[in-house]
């Protein structure tokens, strides 16, 4: 599986980005993909995760009711609408895919190279 994240940028305090992630091969249906972020000097967290094939989203505390993740599952694209942006909110966002829904870094097998996201005071 092949990852390829686009559409960060710096945008002010309470702006929107969407985020995108479009995902390449032939088992991708059958994974999970995720939305990670990290912030400099910090560790890499989880932020969003949705499947495939349908069921739930899931959040970190931290962005629930700001960011939404959705899918297009014709383009085989995973996208992360950022609203509400804080400037803690400030990182590189990585997508990934993983067997299941998680919120542990080492559940995910494939990385895409990240975009990084600015938000200004």
């Known amino acids: 599986v092949q990852l390829q994240a686009s559409g960060g940028g710096l945008v002010q305090a309470g702006g929107s980005l969407r985020l995108s992630c479009v995902a390449s091969?032939?088992?991708?249906?059958?994974?999970?993909m995720g939305w990670f972020r990290q912030a400099p000097g910090k560790e890499r967290e989880f932020v969003a995760a949705?499947?495939?094939?349908?069921?739930?989203?899931y959040y970190a505390d931290s962005v629930k009711g700001r960011f939404t993740i959705s899918r297009d599952n014709a383009k085989s694209t995973v996208y992360l609408k950022l609203n509400s942006l804080k400037p803690e909110d400030t990182a590189v966002y990585f997508c990934a895919a993983g067997k299941k829904a998680s919120t542990v870094i080492t559940d995910y097998d494939y990385w895409g190279q990240g975009t990084q996201v600015t938000v200004s005071s």
């Open positions: 091969g032939r088992t991708v249906s059958s994974y999970y």
């Open positions: 949705i499947s495939w094939s349908g069921g739930p989203t």
